[in-house]
């Protein structure tokens, strides 16, 4: 008797996934049948915060930058902590700036990309 009643309940069961397969009664948010496509997340970064984000800016330019950039943490102005350096990025020659807090210690790099001469023949 326990052994029908199994039975008859394993086979309602089974109807009712392919029923709601066919279907679609049931949200597929519930279902749980599909598998949702996975987001892709990108990494958005400032300007200037990453190599592929890198300013464009001539030597005046970064000249004019350094004494005006704030610290994301506290607001107050960065100073520079003498870590510039050379880097190629994609091909391209690319300097990079380091920054540090002089209140709340936070480390920072500024990305330029560095202009090329023109070429003449």
Same mark, same amino acid.
């Given at each position: ?41 990108? %990494? ?7 190599? %592929? ?69």
């Amino acid at each position: 008797m326990i052994i029908g009643t199994i039975a008859i309940v394993a086979v309602m069961i089974g109807i009712g996934v392919i029923v709601n397969r066919k279907l679609a009664i049931e949200p597929e948010e519930l279902a749980g049948t599909r598998a949702k496509p996975a987001k892709v997340l990108i %990494a958005a970064h400032e300007i200037g915060e990453a190599p %592929a984000t890198a300013l464009r800016a001539s030597e005046a330019q970064v000249a004019k930058l350094k004494p005006s950039l704030p610290c994301k943490t506290c607001r107050s102005l960065l100073e520079p902590d003498g870590t510039d350096e050379e880097v190629r990025y994609d091909g391209e020659p690319m300097r990079v700036l380091g920054f540090r807090c002089p209140h709340c210690k936070t480390k920072r790099a500024l990305y330029i990309r560095i202009p090329r001469p023109n070429a003449r023949a």
